[in-house]
Structure formats: C-alpha cells, structure tokens
C-alpha cells in the first residue's frame, strides 16, 4: 500500500511561482520513479514531469521545460515541484504518481489556479 498527499497548491497571479510537495509512505521511497501530472477542468490528465528513483534524471513535458523543476528528497520521502513563470494554461489540479509493480498510485491532487 502507497499513500502519496499532495500539498502547496493555491492562487497565484501571472508569472508568479509555486512549489507542491507530495509526501509518500507505505513503501520505500526511494527505490521508484515519481511523477507530476496535472488536469484542468474539461481535460484528460496529462504528464507534467517525472524524476527517476535516484534523482538523476528528469523529463519534462514540454510546455513545461524551462520554467518547472521536478526534485527529490528521498530522506523526506517527498517529491517537490517547483513552477516558475506561471500563466493561466497552468490552471489545473496537480497530482502526484507512483507505479509499483504494475500498479498506479495517485495522490488526491492540489489546486493551482493562475489568475491573468
């Protein structure tokens, strides 16, 4: 069993930056991959970035790149987000991911809404 609990959501004005944070418990933390995605009202759930287990590598999508840092504490076992530059097309619900043999797991998602 994983629990993943999201956190750091809330208003933000244009331009202006975020950083969630996604606590995980129920497994060893540091021996999977996490991800980031997000899905705004009206959309289907898409990939926002991914950290591999050990934190060296990362991928992003791309209307992300540049202004997203996806990283990783694994003695927290906690995953962060950090969003710089934010617009309005960033407006979503933010939840975090794991897959443990085969398995999703999901967090219950944070609110992030990018007022113009």
């Known amino acids: 069993q994983v629990q993943l609990v999201e956190s750091g959501g809330g208003l933000v004005q244009t331009g202006g930056s975020l950083r969630l944070s996604c606590a995980a418990s129920g497994r060893t933390f540091s021996r999977y991959a996490m991800g980031w995605f997000r899905q705004a009202p009206g959309k289907e759930r898409e990939f926002v970035a991914a950290i591999s287990w050990s934190g060296s590598t990362t991928y992003y999508a791309d209307s992300v790149r540049g202004r997203f840092t996806i990283s990783r504490d694994n003695a927290k076992n906690t995953v962060y987000l950090q969003m710089n530059s934010l617009t309005p097309e960033d407006t979503a619900v933010y939840y975090c991911?794991?897959?443990?043999?085969?398995?999703?797991?999901w967090g219950q998602g944070t609110q992030v809404t990018v007022s113009s």
């Open positions: 991911n794991t897959v443990i043999f085969g398995k999703n797991y």
